[in-house]
């Protein structure tokens, strides 16, 4: 599977932006998608997920109401509609692809494809 990630950038706190996670390489029908995230000197971390086949969603409580996984089949595209930004959602946004998934992961070391990253700043 390769992935390819978009749509970082900076933006004011309160603002939003939408990252998209193209997808190729294989079938989707039968992965989980997840988006994570890295700030400097900190772990990665689970952002939200999707299981493609049933469009099912699965977010960290830091974003829980704020952000918006999504997939267009038609596109093989996912996406993260990330609005009311805050400085702390500052990062490497990363989007992973797990193929192998009996139950939706929330760790990084789960995922098996792994797109390059965009950078999200927010400003205060």
């Known amino acids: 599977v390769q992935l390819q990630a978009s749509g970082g950038g900076l933006v004011q706190a309160g603002g939003s932006l939408r990252l998209s996670c193209a997808a190729s390489?294989?079938?989707?029908?039968?992965?989980?998608m997840g988006w994570f995230r890295q700030a400097p000197g900190m772990e990665r971390e689970f952002v939200a997920a999707?299981?493609?086949?049933?469009?099912?969603?699965y977010y960290a409580d830091s974003v829980k109401g704020r952000f918006a996984i999504s997939r267009d089949n038609a596109k093989n595209t996912v996406y993260l509609q990330m609005n009311s930004l805050k400085p702390e959602d500052t990062a490497v946004y990363y989007c992973?692809?797990?193929?192998?998934?009996?139950?939706?992961?929330?760790?990084?070391?789960?995922?098996?494809?792994w797109g390059q990253g965009t950078q999200v700043t927010v400003s205060s």
């Open positions: 390489g294989r079938s989707f029908s039968s992965v989980v």
């Open positions: 999707i299981i493609w086949s049933r469009g099912r969603t």
């Open positions: 992973a692809a797990d193929s192998s998934w009996t139950v939706v992961a929330l760790k990084s070391d789960e995922y098996d494809s």
